[in-house]
Nanobody
Framework: QAQLVASGGGLVQPGGSLRLSCTAS????????VAWFRQAPGKERDRVSC???????DYADSVKGRFTISRDNAKNTVYLQMNSLKDEDTAVYYC??????????????WGQGTQVTVSS
């Protein structure tokens, strides 16, 4: 079963940028929609963005205009470019495959997340 690994997190000042990467071992991502989620301490896991296999995208209102999701099927990787970061973007970020497109449900395990901390 595919294991997804999110990477690229770190500590950044407000207004800064980070690019997260989501890779899969043991399986190809190109036939799936892939979504990014985040979970802040004491809060539920929320969906941030999704990209379908046809590269249609959607974003949570809180990140529209600041985050951009993309995919490189040749590298079996989905990216999340995060600009103009705010304190409230601090969370552990996870990626997951969706069955049935961006309107579908998460399939497989969540895998390892990556910590994003926005702080001055």
């Amino acid at each position: 079963q595919a294991q997804l690994v999110a990477s690229g997190g770190g500590l950044v000042q407000p207004g800064g940028s980070l690019r997260l990467s989501c890779t899969a071992s043991g399986s190809s991502l190109d036939s799936y929609a892939v979504a990014w989620f985040r979970q802040a301490p004491g809060k539920e896991r929320d969906r941030v963005s999704c990209i379908s296999r046809w590269r249609t995208t959607d974003y949570a209102d809180s990140v529209k205009g600041r985050f951009t999701i993309s995919r490189d099927n040749a590298k079996n990787t989905v990216y999340l470019q995060m600009n103009s970061l705010k304190d409230e973007d601090t969370a552990v970020y996870y990626c997951a495959r969706l069955l049935g497109g961006c309107q579908g449900s998460v399939t497989g395990s969540w895998g390892q997340g990556t910590q994003v901390t926005v702080s001055s």
